[in-house]
């Protein structure tokens, strides 16, 4: 984040202007979680962040989204109850957002909760008794998900939690782009709607 400040002509920062800061986070979050030999092939990203900044309330629920979906199939047990809530909070922030019916899950959503049953019916059991607020969403829920996501993958039993840490930014990225700039994205258009990004004096 320091170097896409550089590149970006700001002041020397970790908390650069050009990026929406949740993807900030989360690539504070990879970049401190992961092995030197890895980080290195973090650099080559550099570019693709700068610019991506929106106040849409929506890209922050995308991102908590992409984190936690990503996460929830492969974190320990009792990571997961917090992790399917996370994934509950973020659908329903974006059905919220965007006049759809409560309750919807995307496919991706729906995937992920089918791998832990077990935590998916009490997440839902929590989420019908909690109603969460837009300002409650972008100050805590969402950036909790980023930071229960990475912990959860970076201590999961898996072979190769790097590769995942890295896949998971790339793919946010993509996503970050797609709402932000309209570009194409690996999800459907439903899921990510182009949105306007921020107009700076």
């Known amino acids: 984040m320091e170097l896409a400040s550089y590149l970006a002509g700001e002041r020397w920062s970790d908390h650069p202007a050009c990026t929406h800061p949740l993807l900030a986070a989360?690539?504070?979050l990879v970049n401190d979680n992961t092995s030197d030999e890895s980080r290195a092939q973090l650099v080559r990203l550099v570019p693709s962040i700068i610019g991506l900044a929106s106040d849409d309330l929506r890209v922050d629920a995308h991102i908590a989204l992409r984190c936690a979906t990503t996460a929830l199939p492969v974190a320990a047990a009792?990571?997961?109850?917090?992790?399917?809530?996370?994934?509950?909070?973020?659908?329903?922030?974006?059905?919220?957002l965007e006049g759809a019916p409560s309750g919807r899950l995307s496919e991706r959503s729906r995937r992920a909760m089918e791998e832990v049953p077990h935590a998916a019916e009490q997440a839902r059991r929590f989420s019908r008794a909690a109603r969460?607020?837009?300002?409650?969403?972008?100050?805590?829920?969402?950036?909790?998900?980023?930071?229960?996501?990475v912990v959860g993958i970076v201590q999961?039993?898996?072979?190769?939690?790097?590769s995942l840490l890295r896949t998971l930014l790339e793919e946010t990225i993509a996503d970050c782009d797609a709402?932000?700039?309209?570009?194409?994205?690996?999800?459907?258009?439903?899921?990510?709607?182009?949105?306007?990004?921020?107009?700076?004096?």
Do not use: W
């Open 26 to 28: 989360l690539a504070r």
């Open 78 to 96: 009792e990571r997961q109850l917090a992790l399917a809530v996370s994934v509950l909070a973020a659908e329903e922030m974006l059905a919220r």
């Open 132 to 149: 969460i607020t837009e300002k409650g969403f972008r100050r805590y829920a969402a950036p909790n998900a980023v930071q229960l996501s």
């Open 156 to 162: 999961a039993c898996i072979d190769d939690p790097d």
């Open 179 to 201: 709402l932000i700039r309209g570009t194409q994205s690996t999800e459907t258009p439903a899921e990510t709607p182009a949105v306007t990004p921020p107009i700076h004096a």
